[in-house]
């Protein structure tokens, strides 16, 4: 690591923030946009047995908007802090609303072999038996027993009514509401499973079913079905990797799903179709892993450790590879890149929830949970399922979508995913932008419009460097500024990735700006920013870190001959974790191995250096 340039700015310390700090970064040209494009309603299989069975596409949408709805599982009032800009209803593609027809007595459902057999087992309350047996199918590919339920006229009915509440709520410039749906495969449990979302209407809905992994568990063949029906269709898709640290590797494979090596072709489709990857949300957090990142002082957070496997006797503990995470993926990219000509891992990142209760919470004092039954504060310390497995306070309040568009409508959403001009937060509004560029100085922080700066001189977070005309290193534009109704900053780093010259992957963290006048060592460490948690109360104060960061750094170690990445990392002070506020609401100890405080943080997409 290597100390603080002198080329940076830590402004307004305390309560300063407010519209200051909104305005700081605002600009004409792009505006920032807050969703969340991965959450399940009562028509997801899942989510409905674990009792969310009332809350469905139309209560996810309200609740998104800001409206009071009624929680599917405890029936009290509930409502976001802060409406969202835009959300994506992902539910699965297999069994869509499959369980609650059943529930409700559909004839069609009843008629078939699994509804015969399934409300047996719903009427009993064995949810968690039947959740099981269909999970342990898709583990071991058998996927029989619903083949009776794959056909048109079944799949129909829940997607069309998906589509029309998507169209209803959709109001451009105010409100998008996007449609998409989330591809389930995970062989072996292995977790692959891409969200998928259109810039398309329900009209343009209606002609297509989704993609399911009824159709097939290979990613190649998704890519190829989307490649066809944009044509058909005339709309814009976007397909987005997420839970990396729960695939065992096969995220970011060295082969293809078929064992076979990559190729151009690979590389090429892929970064056509999923430009963009999630890594944060409820099952944890996929930046990196400290086993990965040995030097990374803040890469042991939120870890999650439950392959998604309900197979009998078999390991159901993560893997932790190169393919699991989104930074050696990135690293791994470049040095396929470098043989294969193009690199199949060049993705900007983005958070979102996968939240199953219809409900986008990603507020740790305001947190709904992952099921429906995991959002009341005794189901916490509780597995759902027998003393194995992850409890509610094993999950992540986490993730939010930060999208950069030209305007709050479907077809600028998906543009910005597209150019990868996105970012992801843990679940705090804090509010970034990051240009790279040959000519940024100093003088360009006191400039009052600072993304007009950056979109004249440079290229923003998704972009691309090629070798400058000139011998000089890049120059970063970087300004950060606090959730207005939130917690301070703590520093912004930048990690970079690189090639060296026998052309492995390396990667560096460097603290560019930090709050509170803190300076670094002589290897680049900065003092702890510190911790103003009060354990007894939840309670925590801005007395520490700044509302604002901003800096121009240039890397010192640059060489012009080497393909490189960088992306930044905004970090927040410390503040109390869900699981704290349940630990003091049910008047009883906070558990030894579960973090009561958390530091927050950004992750922009990165920006690459082709030489």
Known sequence: MTGLRPKHKAIGAGLLCGLLCLAAIADTETQLLWGDTHLHSSYSFDAFLFQNRSADPDTAFRYARGLPVVH???????????????????????????PKRLFEGDEQMLATDFGRQAIQLLKQGKEAELFH?????????????????????????????????????????????????????IPNAANLHRVVFMDGDATAAASFLPFSMLDSIHPEDLWAWLATTADDVGANFVAIPHNMNLSKGRMFPLLDSFDKALSADYARL??????????????????????????????????????????P??????????????????????????TLGTNPYQFGM??????????????????????ALDSIPERGPKTRSGNSGPTGWDYSASGLAAVWAENNSREAIVAAFQRKEVYASTGPRIQVRLFAGWEFTAGDLDEANLAAVGYRKGVPMGGELLK????????????AARDPKGANLDRIQIVKGWLDSDGQAREKIFNVAAS???KPDRHGKLPAVGNSVDLASAEYSNSIGSAHLQTVWTDPEFNPEQAAFYYARVLQIPTPRHSLYDSIALQQAHPEGIPSTIQERAYTSPVWYKP
């Open 72 to 98: 599917p599982f405890h029936r009290a009032r509930v409502q976001i802090e802060t409406p969202l800009d835009f959300l994506v209803i992902s539910d699965h593609a297999e069994l869509t609303a499959v």
């Open 133 to 185: 047996s269909l999970v342990a199918g898709a583990n071991t590919g058998d996927a029989s027993v619903l083949a009776s339920l794959n056909s048109e006229t079944i799949r129909q009915k829940p997607w069309r009514e998906i589509a029309a509440a998507a169209d209803n709520h959709n109001q451009p410039g105010v409100f998008t509401a996007l449609i998409g749906w989330e591809w389930s495969s």
């Open 270 to 311: 892929r970064n056509k179709w999923e430009p963009v990857a999630e890594v944060t949300q409820i099952k944890g957090d996929s930046e990196t892993h400290p086993l990965l990142s040995p030097e990374d002082e803040f890469a042991d957070f939120e870890r999650y450790r439950f392959l998604i496997d309900a197979r």
């Open 313 to 338: 006797d078999t390991d159901k503990t993560a893997t932790v590879t190169a393919g699991d995470y989104a930074r050696s993926a990135l690293l791994r990219g470049l040095e396929l890149g470098n």
């Open 350 to 371: 983005i958070g979102s929830t996968d939240s199953h209760t219809s409900l986008a919470s990603a507020e740790e004092n305001n947190f709904q949970g992952k099921m």
């Open 468 to 479: 400058a005309s000139h011998n000089s290193a890049p120059s970063f534009l970087i300004d």
């Open 516 to 518: 509170d006048d803190r």
